[in-house]
T-cell receptor
Framework: SQKIEQNSEALNIQEGKTATLTCNYT??????LQWYRQDPGRGPVFLLL???NEKEKRKERLKVTFDTTLKQSLFHITASQPADSATYLC?????????WGAGTKLIIKP | DVKVTQSSRYLVKRTGEKVFLECVQD?????MFWYRQDPGLGLRLIYF???????EKGDIPEGYSVSREKKERFSLILESASTNQTSMYLC?????????FGPGTRLTVT
């Protein structure tokens, strides 16, 4: 069956360190993958999109990698701050729709 | 900035009532979506629309209908609300790939 998986356990990271979140998928061949941030009680906010022919994408302190062989995307936040605490969702493209992971809650401790 | 607004942040309805959730976007986007989000699950697509008066079923359309009479407005209708439709409802609009979300409506059906 088709599946997209993110670590369901919260990730606790010390302020200033790099946080790395994982998104794994099976039985898809997405043309692109996206990452979103969601704060409690709010809608997701788009962060980054990476296409299948791109290995890496950066935006300020954010970096996304996409390995179509491993069927995995990694999302990195460098020099993490308490304000980065949120749930991060990955979504992959499947026939003009997005298929969503359940998200990983990231907690940055001061 | 893209703005997507939803008619209510919180809504409480009784079983069997007809419920209208409205979504308005101000960026002239062609594409609009309705999702529901439940704890531990990814966003699930209910319906989407690529143009005025056009609609397509998503993964979980049963018990829902939609209306798009104007480009900026996409309405979700629960014909006869049931307790299993208690959820967070999220509307999104999209110019191409990335999606822009409203704040969400938390609907409780009692």
């Amino acid at each position: 069956s088709q599946k997209i998986e993110q670590n369901s356990e919260a990730l606790n990271i010390q302020e200033g360190k790099t946080a790395t979140l994982t998104c794994n998928y099976t039985n898809y061949s997405p043309a692109y993958l996206q990452w979103y941030r969601q704060d409690p009680g709010r809608g997701p906010v788009f962060l980054l999109l990476i296409r299948e022919n791109e290995k890496e994408k950066r935006k300020e302190r954010l970096k996304v990698t996409f390995d179509t062989t491993l069927k995995q995307s990694l999302f990195h936040i460098t020099a993490s701050q308490p304000a980065d605490s949120a749930t991060y969702l990955c979504a992959l493209a499947d026939n003009y729709q997005l298929i969503w992971g359940a998200g990983t809650k990231l907690i940055i401790k001061p | 900035d893209v703005k997507v607004t939803q008619s209510s942040r919180y809504l409480v309805k009784r079983t069997g009532e007809k419920v209208f959730l409205e979504c308005v976007q101000d960026m002239d986007h062609e594409n609009m979506f309705w999702y529901r989000q439940d704890p531990g699950l990814g966003l699930r697509l209910i319906y989407f629309s690529y143009d005025v008066k056009m609609k397509e079923k998503g993964d979980i359309p049963e018990g829902y209908s939609v209306s798009r009479e104007k480009k900026e407005r996409f309405s979700l209708i629960l014909e006869s609300a049931s307790t299993n439709q208690t959820s967070m409802y999220l509307c999104a609009s999209s110019p191409t790939d990335e999606q822009y979300f409203g704040p969400g409506t938390r609907l409780t059906v009692t």
